[in-house]
Structure formats: C-alpha cells, structure tokens
C-alpha cells in the first residue's frame, strides 16, 4: 500500500513540476522573443518550482533500502541541498541579462528548465516500473 501512494504523490508532483517548469521556460521565451511579459505562466511555475523538490525528497526516499528515518532524512536534505544548488545555478545564468527583468526572467526560467528536466526523469523512472527500489534482496 504504501509503495502504491508513494508511487501516486510521485507521479502527481512529477506533473506539477513538468507543468510548471514548462510554464517558467514558456514565460522566458516569450518575454524575450514577444518582449511580453505574461505573470500568469509565473504564478503557474511557481508550482513546479515548489512541486519539483518535493518530488526529489519523495523519489530518494524510495530509492534506496534503509530504516524510515534514514530514508526521509536522506530525502529532506538532497531536497533542500538540490534546490539551493538549482537555485545558485539559475542565478549565475542569470547574471548574462541585463539587471531587471530580463535577469529575473532568466532566472525563473532557468530554475523551471532544471525543474522541467527533474519530474520528466521522474516520470520516466515511473513509467519503467524502476521506483521504488523492490524489498527483494539477491543472496550473496
């Protein structure tokens, strides 16, 4: 039962930072190839920027065979390192644009393009059947 939810919330939160990850790299493109500026598709990222750690921390917790703690331990802290990671890299990706704007477009674009790559792998993992790691242990 609990592999099934796990395998649920994953999916679901994969989606969510597909959608918004797209939704953030949409915004990019068309802010600087239209020079519009479109702040639903940034509320709409916003999901997936928040959707696409938390999916992380669901996806290393079933990843490996540990105690519980261990596993959501794990999942917590690869959460919160990956997201500042991911958020340092969009900001240095940012620093090629002009300040206002464009910077701040850049950046949410880049942490939606990140995002958008992490639940498409995710999904994938899911639709190979090769999460959550199986209880089943080789003899040695």
Same mark, same amino acid.
């Given at each position: !039962?609990?592999?099934?939810?796990?395998?649920?919330?994953?999916?679901?939160?994969?989606?969510?930072?597909?959608?918004?990850?797209?939704?953030?790299?949409? !915004?990019? $493109?068309?802010?600087?190839?239209?020079?519009?500026?479109?702040?639903?598709?940034?509320?709409?990222?916003?999901?997936? !920027?928040?959707?696409? #750690?938390?999916?992380?921390?669901?996806?290393?917790?079933?990843?490996?065979?540990? #105690?519980?703690?261990?596993?959501?331990?794990?999942? $917590?802290?690869?959460?919160?390192?990956?997201?500042?990671?991911?958020?340092?890299?969009?900001?240095?990706?940012?620093?090629?644009? %002009?300040?206002?704007? #464009?910077?701040?477009?850049?950046? %949410?674009?880049?942490?939606?393009?990140?995002?958008?790559?992490?639940?498409?792998?995710?999904?994938?993992?899911?639709?190979?059947?090769?999460?959550?790691?199986?209880?089943?242990?080789? #003899?040695?």
């Amino acid at each position: !039962m609990a592999e099934k939810v796990g395998r649920v919330a994953l999916g679901v939160l994969s989606v969510l930072a597909v959608l918004g990850g797209g939704a953030l790299v949409v !915004m990019v $493109i068309v802010y600087f190839g239209a020079s519009e500026y479109v702040p639903e598709l940034n509320e709409i990222g916003g999901w997936g !920027m928040l959707a696409g #750690p938390v999916a992380l921390a669901v996806y290393t917790a079933g990843a490996f065979e540990a #105690p519980l703690v261990a596993r959501v331990s794990a999942g $917590i802290g690869l959460m919160l390192g990956t997201f500042a990671a991911s958020t340092l890299v969009a900001h240095l990706v940012s620093l090629t644009a %002009d300040r206002g704007g #464009p910077r701040g477009n850049l950046e %949410d674009g880049t942490l939606g393009f990140l995002w958008f790559l992490a639940g498409a792998f995710f999904l994938w993992r899911l639709a190979l059947r090769r999460w959550p790691v199986s209880e089943v242990r080789s #003899p040695r």
